[in-house]
């Protein structure tokens, strides 16, 4: 597995991922051409060091996964660094092969080597198998997320 930066060029597989999935389909809108919205998010979030929108390729250089750890500077914990990774996706084909726990393995060490106070994570309450994987890697339920959608 290789793990590298998303390019521009990524931009459409990546969105064709996120929005393969049951929720995501709700949300993402994958049409050919692809909505500019996404190329102009993706333009911000590549300008920003503290961003790292990611994609997993597998030994046929094909994008299997993708990612976005973010770095957030905080005042507490003396003035530490967060890490929170979101949008985790593998690609439907390629779902139980042991991707998900390669893509935090690597989050981890990342996070690790930025200096982060810890690693977190949202995610959907209609996602149990989901949750149940990131507790089997070790996170804990210890706080109670909120939304406010506009």
């Known amino acids: 597995m290789v793990f590298r930066k998303a390019t521009v060029k990524d931009v459409s597989k990546i969105v064709e991922i996120i929005a393969d999935d049951k929720l995501g389909v709700k949300r993402e809108h ?6 500019e919205s996404y190329f102009e998010a993706f333009k911000v979030i590549d300008a920003d060091k503290n961003q790292e929108l990611m994609v997993v390729e597998d030994e046929n250089s094909e994008i299997v996964a993708t990612f976005q750890l973010s770095f957030i500077q905080y005042l507490n914990y003396c003035g530490g660094l967060r890490a929170q990774i979101e949008v985790v996706q593998v690609r ?3 779902r139980g092969l042991g991707i998900g726990k390669q893509i935090f393995k690597w989050a981890i060490a990342r996070s690790k080597e930025k200096k982060a106070f810890l690693l977190q994570l949202t995610s959907d309450k209609k996602r149990p198998k989901a949750i149940k994987f990131y507790e089997s890697l070790g996170f804990k339920a210890s706080h109670e997320g909120m939304k406010l959608h506009f």
């Open 30 to 35: 994958f049409t050919n051409p692809l909505a």
């Open 92 to 94: 439907k084909d390629k």
